[in-house]
């Protein structure tokens, strides 16, 4: 049970890969062009057929006028044959009178096998008639039928090319649609994005780096009056009077080494 259920799954999946296959392969206008000729060609071989069965039927009709016509004659021969032996009997000559009897006899005989093989023939010939008038309207149903499918297949391929190039023309939109984030303009605007950003920040950058060096060179300053100082007080001399700052009543201050406090004096000593 186990087998056949395995076995029934692996057929079942190659016949819908196989069906799979067929589908993909398919192409809707070749298969139709294909259904197209294949019924061309039926219709062909019922013509075939039916112009046989035409041709028998005229056989048999040529038969039963020819049983027709040939009883009709020899009706005719053997009514001679009669009237010549009546003429022989009237005139005394008995043995050429039986003769023509004979004859007679003998022209109503085939007359007879004539009739009998034309009325045997009228059966099949209306028969015969009948199945070729029902093969030519088959005939007819199936050229119409021909032309519905050609028609059909002249639509169908027609809305096959336009469904193909709208779709070629969507897949045209979609692969320039800017709106697209996937889409290489999207990325190509990203790209600039990030390189106008690296531009700003270098700006910024060197901005910041030269209002670094002028404040490092104001410190530099600072630092060599500071120096100066220093070694003007380790010398015994005075700080310069620019760098010296006046307290709240501008008073200058006296810096000497020898003062106990500083006094407010109006002019350097």
Request: hydrophobic fraction near 35%; glycine fraction near 4%.
């Amino acid at each position: 049970m186990v087998k056949q259920s395995i076995f029934g799954r692996i057929t079942q999946l190659a016949r819908a890969n196989i069906n799979a296959i067929l589908d993909q392969a398919e192409d809707p206008q070749k298969m139709l062009d294909q259904m197209v000729r294949d019924y061309t060609n039926n219709i062909a071989e019922a013509e075939t057929a039916v112009a046989q069965t035409i041709g028998n039927l005229r056989m048999t009709q040529a038969d039963y006028k020819e049983d027709v016509e040939s009883a009709k004659e020899w009706g005719n021969k053997a009514l001679a044959a009669s009237k010549k032996a009546d003429e022989y009997r009237t005139a005394g000559d008995a043995a050429n009178a039986d003769k023509f009897d004979n004859l007679a006899k003998v022209a109503l005989q085939r007359q007879m096998q004539s009739e009998r093989e034309a009325k045997a023939a009228e059966p099949t010939i209306q028969s015969q008639e009948e199945i070729v008038e029902k093969l030519k309207s088959g005939l007819n149903a199936m050229k119409g039928k021909r032309q519905e499918l050609v028609s059909k297949r002249d639509e169908l391929v027609a809305r096959q090319k336009s469904a193909d190039a709208q779709t070629k023309v969507h897949d045209a939109i979609k692969s320039i649609d800017i709106l697209d984030p996937s889409s290489e303009v999207s990325r190509f605007e990203e790209k600039i994005r990030r390189e106008e950003a690296r531009v700003l920040g270098a700006q910024e950058l060197a901005a910041s780096s030269l209002d670094a060096q002028f404040n490092s060179l104001e410190d530099l300053g600072e630092q060599t009056e500071i120096e100066a100082r220093l070694a003007a007080l380790k010398s015994g001399g005075k700080p310069a009077p620019a760098a010296i700052e006046a307290d709240s009543d501008d008073s200058p201050v006296d810096y000497s080494l020898n003062a106990e406090a500083p006094t407010k004096q109006n002019t350097y000593e």
